[in-house]
């Protein structure tokens, strides 16, 4: 729960197309923002379909309408067993955040930050010591709003598609051996 009428739950498969709209707004915000992230087709209807099934898929209300969307995961991500420019903070279990989106009409709200805190919790609940994410180099709202968060960035992944993202891990408050 976060401010008043608003919280975040597990996506069910009858949020799909709401889930969908917002992905799309997100596309066209970064398109008319000149940056070249999700102008492929991804993410989809079958990547987020997946995302529901297995759980990972978290949507954002506020009064019963969708305002935000991530992926929550719980599990190593392949496309950041190597590390460019940098190095991960931790080398523990970690969580990731993918495919977020916040309503255009709410951006500037600070609701990322809320996935974010939320993500952490997960983490917390099952003993990850660290949260990551990536994001397009030149995405720079997503990136003032993992950075003001206080999420660190730690160099350049690639992913499965051969593109590059930057990436960031957040180990909590004290940064120093994980939340």
């Known amino acids: 729960e976060g401010k008043e009428g608003m919280k975040i739950r597990k996506a069910q498969l009858d949020d799909l197309k709401d889930i969908l709209d917002l992905l799309e707004q997100a596309k066209q915000s970064l398109a008319n923002n000149g940056v070249d992230q999700w102008q492929n087709g991804y993410p989809n209807a079958e990547v987020i379909s997946v995302d529901i099934k297995k759980g990972q898929s978290f949507v954002m209300e506020d009064d019963q309408s969708i305002i935000g969307t991530a992926a929550i ?86 992913m499965s598609d051969g593109s590059f993202r930057n990436a960031y891990e957040y180990i909590g408050e004290d940064q120093k051996d994980g939340f």
């Open 73 to 158: 995961v719980l599990e190593d991500d392949p496309n950041y067993n190597r590390i460019w420019s940098g190095e991960w903070r931790t080398d523990g279990p970690y969580g990731v955040i993918h495919r977020i989106a916040i309503s255009p009409k709410r951006k500037g709200q600070r609701l990322a930050g809320q996935f974010f805190s939320y993500a952490v919790d997960l983490c917390h609940a099952v003993g990850f010591s660290s949260l990551r994410i990536d994001t397009h180099k030149d995405n720079i709202s997503m990136q003032r709003a993992i950075q003001h968060f206080g999420f660190i960035y730690c160099g350049v992944v690639q």
